[in-house]
């Protein structure tokens, strides 16, 4: 059973232009909510993370947005550029257990110039 | 530079065989993860271990074993029971019972001859 399901599963977007990647979550348990870049041969990096007593988190041209009533969040890429281009993975975890991140099936990202 | 280390970048197995994936970090964090990626399906957890000498299984653990007799090391073998071996293979670790993120290394690609 997928903790956090995650879409689209690819994204194409202009250069410039607005990247959305949405992800959402049953276990309301779940307290961190981080994304993760994976560029091509390389290990995830985290990129960004929200906790749930806020809507909203804004670093550089990348926003996290925080709907904790419909148990959804997602990625706001403003500006996308072609080095943009890369996997984003959204994940969920919970203090106190055994810490372990739940992740999302991932979304291939392309920015065309 | 602290960081996770994953040896080696490429590996190869012939059928029958067992291979050990190397993963060393210098962060002094507490816990290590192994996870298994296969194109579409994200990320999926095989082992952790959250202190040294000890170790959970994750989600698809059958098929591999794991060690932990040092803080810094966390090898997997990946045994001739896993039937389907061919993977990236990524490790993480991060502080136990914090959430700050996950530290992930740069990945073993494993592929069956």
């Known amino acids: 059973q997928q903790q956090v399901k995650q879409s689209p599963q690819s994204l194409i977007v202009q250069k410039g232009g607005i990247s959305i990647i949405n992800c959402a979550y049953e276990?309301?348990?779940?307290?961190?909510f981080p994304w993760y870049q994976q560029f091509p041969g390389k290990g995830p990096a985290l990129l960004i993370a929200i906790r749930p007593d806020v809507s909203e988190k804004k670093e550089g041209r990348f926003t996290i947005s925080f709907n904790k009533s419909a148990k959804q969040f997602s990625l706001h890429i403003m500006d996308s550029q072609p080095g943009d281009s890369a996997t984003y993975f959204c994940?969920?975890?919970?203090?106190?257990?055994?810490?372990?991140?739940?992740f999302g099936t991932g979304t291939r990202l392309t920015v065309i110039p | 530079d602290g960081g996770i280390t994953q040896s080696p970048k490429y590996l190869f197995r012939k059928e029958g065989q067992n291979v050990t994936l190397s993963c060393e970090q210098n962060l002094n964090h507490d816990a290590m993860y192994w996870y298994r990626q296969d194109p579409g399906q994200g990320l999926r957890l095989i082992y952790y271990?959250?202190?040294?000498?000890?170790?959970q299984k994750g989600d698809i653990a059958e098929g591999y074993s794991v060690s932990r007799e040092k803080k810094e090391s966390f090898p997997l073998t990946v045994t001739s029971a896993q039937k389907n071996p061919t993977a990236f293979y990524l490790c993480?670790?991060?502080?136990?019972?914090?959430?700050?993120?996950?530290?992930f290394g740069s990945g073993t690609r494993l592929t069956v001859v």
């Open positions: 271990s959250q202190i040294v000498n000890d170790f």
């Open positions: 993480a670790s991060n502080y136990r019972g914090q959430d700050y993120g996950y530290t």
């Open positions: 276990n309301t348990a779940f307290d961190y």
């Open positions: 994940a969920a975890s919970m203090r106190g257990g055994a810490n372990n991140l739940f």
